[in-house]
Structures are given as structure tokens and as C-alpha cells.
């Protein structure tokens, strides 16, 4: 048996808005890290009958099952494909807890679509641009995990993304460790809370505006091996994300407890520790994700879990583009 494994990213720079919300086009570039131990793995097999979706054996509940399988059917603009297909899927990734599930799964089920697909729409000038387009109307971020390592979607006009890598002397380099606070879903899903910080957050505007002054400086750094700066400029994304969610009607956020603890501890270590590269960054959901060199790995790593006992560390690196896997 064969599946299709595609990766968790974690964006650098964030991407929180949609310029199109049925198209899936965000508001801003973003810049992301694909990571090798968070992955989804999907097939897809013709059959009978309608469409049905299985995740770790078992059917969907009813509203996560319309969005995979409305989805389907917008593939099938972009693919020609089965009249019915069973589209399996496995991940070893908390759905719905800041982690993008959704993007490792979005992009693993556009590639094992497109196993079994006998073409594709004229349009697209390969299958791999049909891959990226039904992996983005899954997923806003799921074009991301198309690629390894570090990568910047770019927006071109209104209408078109792309996703470029950018090459780094960091990229061996780059740790991160992932503390699982909390991975039960977030009552408030990453769709939603965008479409109500663009309709009423006093601070949306704001952030389109400094955007891309921030990914162009982030990719500027990536590309001169400067970590301290990308890592600045990675944590100023991660608050400047979180206070459009608070300044929004009515106000939300992702943080716990345990979360501004670890924050905290990250900006006082780096200020008694002249040189540490450790460096936070959250998205939507509890859990954070620290970012350091490989040489700060075990010292960041212990002090954590003496900070937070019962967190859940993870440790990642680069990830790779989706892959084969047999199993």
C-alpha cells in the first residue's frame, strides 16, 4: 500500500486574512518552516458509489465531512478523477491545535488525488500547478507543505499565490521544539477567526500594512544567516497576529497560561544569556513553538520541561515536499 506524506509547516511570518475567502487567497505573503516529525498521510482509491472520507479508520463527523468532501468536488474542476473515490488519511499531528494539521492534510490528499488522477484542466501547465491549486482551495497554507525547508508564499495580484524556497546557510542549523499544551481542538478555528479580525479588529488594517515590510526583511535575514534577526522578527509576527484576534468584536486569543509562561522565560533567557538563539512563535491554538540553533537545543529543551512538566516536547527540523511512503 502507498501513501502520500506531506508536512506540518510552521510560518516564520504569518499568514492571518483572506484577500479571497472562497478562493482561499490570503491577505499577505507569509514565510514558513516545513517540518520533518508532524506529517499527514493520505490515499485514494477509486470505488463505487459516493465519495466518503476515512481519517485513522473512522468516518468524519458531518460538518468536517462536507468540508473534505466539498472540496473533493472542487478538485475534480482541476482533476479528472473517479466518479467515487475512498480518500484515507492518517497524521500523527493534533487536529486543530496550532499545529497545521489542516495543511499537512490538505496537501497529502491533493497528492495522493493526484495518483490516481487521468489528467488534468488545460489550465495548468503540469500537474504539480494542479496539485498546488486543489491544495490551496483545501488550505490557505497548505501550498506551503508542497515545498521543504524554508519557503515564502508570495501573492501575485489578487487572484494567484506562488511558493518559492528560500535558500539559507540556517537551514541545517534550525531546531524547533514544540510544547503540546493543550490538544484538544480550539473553539475558535483559524477560518473563522480570520473573517472576524478583518471585519472588526481595530488593528487589521495595521497589520496589511506592515506586512510585507516583515516578510521582505524576514527573507533578507533567512538569505544572510542572520538567526537573531529572523527570530525578532519571527516573535514581533506572532504578537502583531495575536492582537488583531484581541482588538477584534468580540475580542478572542489562543494563549493559556502555560503559553505566556513560555513566552516569558524565552525573552528573559535571552536577556541573561548573551548570544542564545532561542526565539518563540505561536499560532492559532495553546501550543508554542520555540525556534533556536541546534547548539542551544538541549539547555532551551531541559529548562522547558522543567517549566512546563506537563507539556508534550517534540522536537523537528527541516522538513522535506511530499513523499512516498509504503505501509
Given amino acids: 500500500m502507498v501513501w502520500s506524506q506531506a508536512h506540518t509547516n510552521i510560518a516564520l511570518i504569518k499568514y492571518w486574512g483572506k484577500a479571497l475567502s472562497k478562493q482561499n487567497i490570503p491577505a499577505t505573503d507569509s514565510i514558513s518552516l516545513t517540518l520533518d516529525s ?73 497528492t495522493a488525488l493526484a495518483r490516481v488522477s487521468l489528467g488534468y484542466d488545460p489550465r495548468f501547465n503540469s500537474k504539480e500547478d494542479a496539485i498546488k491549486e486543489i491544495a490551496r482551495l483545501g488550505s490557505g497554507s497548505a501550498l506551503r507543505s508542497l515545498q521543504a525547508s524554508f519557503v515564502r508564499l508570495r501573492r501575485h495580484g489578487s487572484e494567484n499565490v506562488a511558493i518559492e524556497k528560500i535558500d539559507t546557510p540556517l537551514e541545517d542549523e534550525i531546531r524547533v521544539i514544540a510544547l503540546l499544551l493543550d490538544t484538544k481542538a480550539k473553539k475558535i478555528g483559524s477560518r473563522e477567526g480570520m473573517k472576524r479580525v478583518a471585519e472588526s479588529s481595530a488593528f487589521y488594517e495595521a497589520w496589511l500594512s506592515e506586512h510585507p515590510t516583515d516578510v521582505e526583511n524576514c527573507q533578507e535575514a533567512l538569505e544572510k544567516g542572520d538567526w537573531h534577526r529572523v527570530g525578532a522578527l519571527m516573535e514581533s509576527s506572532t504578537l502583531k497576529m495575536h492582537a488583531t484576534c484581541m482588538a477584534a468584536t468580540p475580542p478572542f486569543w489562543y494563549f493559556q497560561p502555560d503559553s505566556i509562561k513560555i513566552m516569558n522565560w524565552v525573552t528573559e533567557a535571552r536577556l541573561k544569556q548573551k548570544g542564545l538563539s532561542t526565539y518563540f512563535t505561536m499560532d492559532a491554538g495553546a501550543n508554542v513553538k520555540i525556534f533556536c540553533l541546534a547548539r542551544d537545543l538541549k539547555e532551551t529543551g531541559d529548562a522547558l520541561q522543567e517549566i512546563v512538566p506537563n507539556a508534550k516536547i517534540q522536537i523537528a527540523s527541516k522538513g522535506p515536499k511530499p513523499h512516498e511512503e509504503k505501509g
Avoid: C, Y
Wanted: aromatic share 6%; proline share 4%.
Fill in 38 to 110: 508532524f506529517w499527514t498521510r493520505a490515499r485514494a482509491e477509486a470505488s463505487t458509489g459516493i465519495d466518503k472520507v476515512v481519517v485513522h479508520g473512522e468516518e468524519l463527523n458531518p460538518v468536517e465531512e462536507k468540508r473534505v468532501l466539498d472540496w473533493l468536488q472542487a478538485a475534480r474542476s482541476v482533476l479528472t478523477l473517479p466518479n467515487a473515490i475512498v480518500l484515507e488519511t492518517w497524521n500523527n499531528v493534533p487536529k486543530a491545535a496550532g499545529l497545521a494539521s489542516s495543511a499537512s492534510a490538505f496537501a497529502a490528499m491533493a
